[in-house]
């Protein structure tokens, strides 16, 4: 019985991840109604931007530009997540004002080609800019890694109970910016008929754009967290926690959070 409990336990901190990748999958839905297949990859993205300016440089992902900016030294965990977070945010705007709002009235399959289009293109972007990475890369920790002793014979690292708690109030959150503030209770309108959110007083483009923004960064952030408990590949957000988190969403009808919160931590 603790080995059961133990791998259940030591499972919370991937549960969490592919938790709040679906909620980020839900906030893109209910502002633009785009299943967004790259959200994996755009949070592995700005993750490895995080991995970098822990080595004091910055990436660039735009052909032209040199490789990346040189500060020369690590500039800490509190400003390397704070830069990361912000290419996050100017990444989904970025992504939504240059693809998917043009596309706003093209078939759904449209969508879903060009959301793979950016999963090939980041994955591109991450072989190009860093080296020697099929091995994995390591990220330094900053949330509390210590074992936790349960029982006698039962401990376990805390870092995943703590990313679990943060993805659970990350939720709640998101849940009540979305029932009780106005801007909400507009996007949740725009999701399912524009005239709703216009009559509130709101563009449904622009809330379209606040949704690909806040999906980026909370998926950015929550990997950003979890990438010490893992070994960072290109794949690894892309494919391998993206298809579960897609399940997760499709359980919560890509418009609830707490359906998509759960069934994420249970998968």
């Known amino acids: 019985m603790t080995?059961?409990?133990?791998?259940?336990?030591?499972?919370?901190?991937?549960?969490?991840?592919?938790?709040?990748?679906?909620?980020?999958?839900?906030i893109t839905y209910q502002g633009s109604g785009v299943v967004n297949f790259s959200a994996g990859a755009m949070a592995m993205w700005g993750t490895y931007v995080y991995a970098d300016l822990r080595n004091g440089e910055y990436p660039f992902p735009i052909p032209g530009l040199p490789d990346r900016y040189h500060f020369g030294d690590d500039v800490g965990y509190r400003w390397a997540l704070i830069l990361a977070l912000l290419t996050a945010a100017l990444l989904g705007l970025v992504v939504y004002l240059l693809i998917f709002r043009p596309l706003r009235q093209a078939p759904a399959l449209a969508k879903v080609v060009a959301s793979v289009g950016l999963i090939i293109l980041f994955i591109t972007l991450v072989e190009r800019r860093f080296e020697?990475?099929?091995?994995?890369?390591?990220?330094?920790?900053?949330?509390?890694?210590?074992?936790?002793?349960?029982?006698?014979?039962?401990?376990?690292?805390?870092?995943?109970?703590?990313?679990?708690?943060?993805?659970?109030?990350?939720?709640?959150?998101?849940?009540?910016?979305?029932?009780?503030?106005?801007?909400?209770?507009?996007?949740?309108?725009?999701?399912?008929?524009?005239?709703?959110?216009?009559?509130?007083?709101?563009?449904?483009?622009?809330?379209?754009?606040?949704?690909?923004?806040?999906?980026?960064?909370v998926t950015t952030f929550i990997a950003i967290l979890a990438a010490p408990q893992i070994q960072l590949t290109p794949t690894i957000f892309t494919f391998t926690f993206l298809i579960p988190a897609l399940g997760a969403a499709l359980i919560g009808k890509f418009q609830n959070f707490w359906p998509t919160l759960i069934t994420g931590v249970l998968i």
């Open 132 to 217: 020697d990475i099929t091995g994995g890369l390591r990220v330094n920790a900053i949330l509390p890694r210590e074992p936790m002793t349960l029982t006698g014979d039962l401990t376990i690292p805390r870092d995943g109970l703590w990313l679990l708690l943060i993805v659970a109030i990350v939720a709640g959150g998101l849940w009540a910016y979305s029932k009780f503030l106005r801007i909400g209770l507009a996007t949740r309108a725009a999701a399912e008929n524009e005239k709703g959110a216009v009559m509130l007083g709101y563009s449904p483009d622009r809330l379209a754009a606040l949704g690909w923004v806040m999906s980026s960064v």
């Open 3 to 26: 080995d059961y409990l133990f791998f259940l336990l030591l499972g919370s901190g991937a549960g969490a991840i592919i938790a709040a990748l679906g909620l980020g999958l839900v």
